[in-house]
């Protein structure tokens, strides 16, 4: 039973007249009472009683109608779909972000995605580290990773700006800084820091110190913590200062103050892809993530 033959006995059922039948179908009389015929001997009952005058579903033609229907609408549907996924306005897409970028950027794509691409299914997941994100997209497990550039380990990965921000000092609101409008990093050179962890590839770690190497001074020791929610409540709860990111702000935990540096001190936001075998929903939402970034 071809799609075809089910949509000319729909019609034919609806019409009960050949000539309407194939004038709204846009075929010849002839061609649909052959299809019919054909399909009638594939089901081996007769599914229309036919006269000189008129045209009447049989008992299995009623039957037949309610399957043809859902038959066709389900045709259809897979036709939308495939158009859907072909054009990437379906499909389903995950994302990781850095800790940073899990405060703002997360949110803001989440709603754009939901509002501009409905049929797209998002699996989000923050809080990440940098390795952690680059392995995730070789591996498939991610799709796109939103995480800070300069780091090495890359290859088969493409990477497209999306913003630079400064880094800021964060201390506790009791700290004798705490008042200032701005410090010299070299302000915080003996104190103790809390920093992310020195894994392979870490992009914060090596960015911090390197920060702190330029304003002359290496930390006196370090707190390593993995997630940068957690981060700033160590900052909060007294065991260090640390450099984080403008973004962080937007966390607005109470107990911290963040400063601006005197110096010039900036890290990139990437958002990276496998280089080959992206869906068309992948670069849906890249596109989507460059707007909400750079918007």
């Known amino acids: 039973m071809e799609l075809r033959q089910v949509r000319y006995f729909l019609a034919l059922a609806e019409e009960c007249h050949f000539g309407r039948a194939a ?7 002839p061609a649909l009472s052959q299809q019919i015929k054909q399909l009638e001997h594939e089901l081996g009952t ?3 009683h036919r006269s000189t005058r008129h045209v ?4 299995a033609g009623r039957h037949l109608t309610g399957y043809a229907r859902t038959l066709v609408a389900e045709a259809e549907r897979a036709r939308v779909h495939m158009s859907e996924l072909a054009t990437g306005h379906s499909g389903r897409v995950s994302v990781g972000f850095i800790g940073t970028a899990t405060y703002d950027v997360l949110p803001h794509v989440a709603r754009t ?3 501009r691409l409905p049929r797209i299914t998002m699996d989000l997941h923050g809080e990440l580290l940098t390795p952690q994100l680059v392995d995730g997209l070789l591996t498939g497990t991610y799709d796109l990773a939103v995480f800070r550039s300069g780091l090495t380990g890359t290859e088969g990965v493409s990477l497209t700006p999306l913003r630079t921000e400064p880094l800021v000092a964060v201390v ?5 800084l705490a008042a200032r409008e701005r410090i010299p990093l070299r ?5 103790p820091f809390v920093i992310h962890p020195s894994q392979t590839r870490s992009a914060m770690y090596d960015r911090v110190l390197s920060a702190c190497d330029r304003a002359g001074f290496r930390p006196s020791s370090l707190v390593e913590v993995g997630e940068t929610a957690t981060l700033v409540v160590f ?17 607005r935990l109470d107990g911290v103050t963040y400063l601006p540096l005197t110096e010039t001190e900036s890290v990139d936001l990437v958002l990276a892809r496998r280089a080959e075998r992206n869906s068309p929903a992948t670069q849906q939402v890249a596109s989507v993530i460059e707007q909400c970034v750079r918007g």
């Open 23 to 29: 004038a709204r179908l846009h075929v010849a009389q």
């Open 46 to 48: 007769a599914l229309f």
């Open 56 to 59: 009447e579903l049989t008992e």
């Open 113 to 115: 995605v939901r509002a």
């Open 172 to 176: 506790p609101t009791h700290h004798p």
């Open 187 to 191: 302000a915080l050179a003996d104190e």
């Open 235 to 251: 900052v909060a709860a007294g065991h260090g200062v640390a450099l984080v990111p403008q973004s962080v702000r937007s966390l």
